[in-house]
């Protein structure tokens, strides 16, 4: 079913009852290999769990419909899905573009790995068009852009960024984990590729470890697709089973991140400890209008900077009590970390460096009151 409205689509898009038992919740099909009638003789298309299974074709046709495009294809992690990417797409000697505070495994990724294959890269203000468009090169393959960032929360102007992918014969991917399909789909936008680490708010409940691409046509999933079988970062059926269980709640859970987060950055930016909150749901946020006019609503991230500088954003982490001192995103639990030496240490030194003094937050479910009276506690100490 790749109708209806968006929760519709999640619950039952590549869901159908099983057709031998009627079984409601697709099945785990936890099996390496398949029976052959004959040699060669496929039965439904499955021989080896590494090329198809079905577990997985259930996960990657929902999240095709839920984005919007015309193949989904689940992996191992958001990491291994960003790697076929960029390898299928891109060869030696190609030039890409990232964001200037692109996720710091991403760029990791690009600098560390694909950059001794042969692949350039520039970094720049994806959410300054004009900036973009005047750092492409003749041999520009592929835009490659986070809306929101991670973890300074800038907002892509997606639309923009496809017409210049357009103009200059170059593909647009973009990294749509801190948003979720529920709240913003890049390919409606005129996005070619939509990455997703389902670790996240896909999965939504910090026990899987994913990746997904989608998409736009079905032909631009063929290379990505190859990749995916010859090197072999696919996503097991039990894992596969996960993200399609936390996606069938995605639509409910985003509505109360989204409400906890407005919350938490509305006391934050009154708070005088504070020197900045990074929220694109606040009026001050710099990219607020592009937000209002490409997202259904302003996500559940809030990163923030102390006054004190980093001693007192190192305190802040250490002393909360409701969120949890963790590195991820996108639970049901709230989670808190310092991202210059947690999940952004590997851009230390380099122009993608992340601020000491701020702080990250991924805002969960819990009781609104709770969590502002956490961060209440903790701030007045600092």
Known sequence: ??????NTRAIHAGQQPDALTGAVTMPIYQTSTYQQDGVGGLRSGYEYSRSAN????????????????????????GLAATDAVLRALCAPGDHMLLPDDAYGGTFRLITQVLGRWGIEHSAVAMHDPAAVA???????????????????????DIAALADIARRSNVILAVDNTFASPYLQRPLALGA???????????????????????????????????????AGAVA??????????????????????CDNAEWVAQFLAGHPAVSTVLYPGLLEHRNHDVAARQMARFGGMVSFRLRDGEPAALAVCAATRVFTLAESLGGVESLIEHPARMTHASAAGSALEVPGDLVRL????????????DLSAVLAEV
């Open 236 to 257: 097991g059926p039990f894992d596969a089973w996960l993200v399609l269980r936390g996606v069938k709640t995605l639509g409910v859970r985003m509505e109360r991140h």
């Open 192 to 230: 070619d590729v939509v990455v997703h680490s389902t670790t996240k708010y896909l999965g939504g409940h910090s026990d899987v470890v994913g990746g997904a691409v989608v998409t736009r046509t079905a032909e631009l999933a063929e290379p990505i697709a190859y990749h995916q079988n010859a």
């Open 134 to 156: 005047a750092a492409i090169r003749p041999n520009t393959r592929l835009l490659w852009a986070e809306s929101p960032t991670n973890p300074l929360l800038n907002i892509a």
């Open 54 to 77: 079905p577990t997985r074709a259930a996960l990657q046709e929902c999240l095709a419909a839920l984005e919007g495009g015309a193949r989904g294809l689940a992996f191992a992690s």
């Open 1 to 6: 079913m790749s109708e209806g409205g968006f």
């Open 362 to 373: 991924s805002v969960g479910i819990e009781d609104a009151d709770d969590l502002i009276a």
